[in-house]
């Protein structure tokens, strides 16, 4: 039962899927034509992408329950953010 547990946790583990997401994002982003208006929402998108996972990791570490609500508030204002520039 715990090999069970530890394959769902992998599944599921959201430090591995940000980070995956914001290289995602890097990815999409190489292949945007250069152009007057991308040039300053690509970067935008790539700092807001990759912030999703840096502060999850951050929530993961935080020393209690209220510094853990505020990290994971902050991913989900990053995420809004790609959405927004997407």
Not at 2 to 18: G, I, Q, V, Y
Not at 19 to 34: D, L, M, N, S, T
Not at 53 to 76: H, L, M, P, Q, T
Request: glycine letters at 4%.
């Amino acid at each position: 039962m715990t090999e069970s547990r530890n394959s769902d946790r992998l599944k599921f583990d959201l430090a591995d899927r940000t980070a995956r997401f914001g290289e995602a994002v890097i990815r999409f982003c190489r292949h945007i034509k250069p152009h007057v208006v991308s040039h300053s929402i690509i970067p935008q998108l790539v700092r807001s992408a990759t912030s999703v996972g840096a502060n999850y990791v951050e929530a993961d570490e935080a020393g209690s329950k209220k510094e853990f609500r505020y990290r994971i508030s902050i991913c989900k204002r990053e995420t809004r953010e790609v959405q927004h520039w997407l």
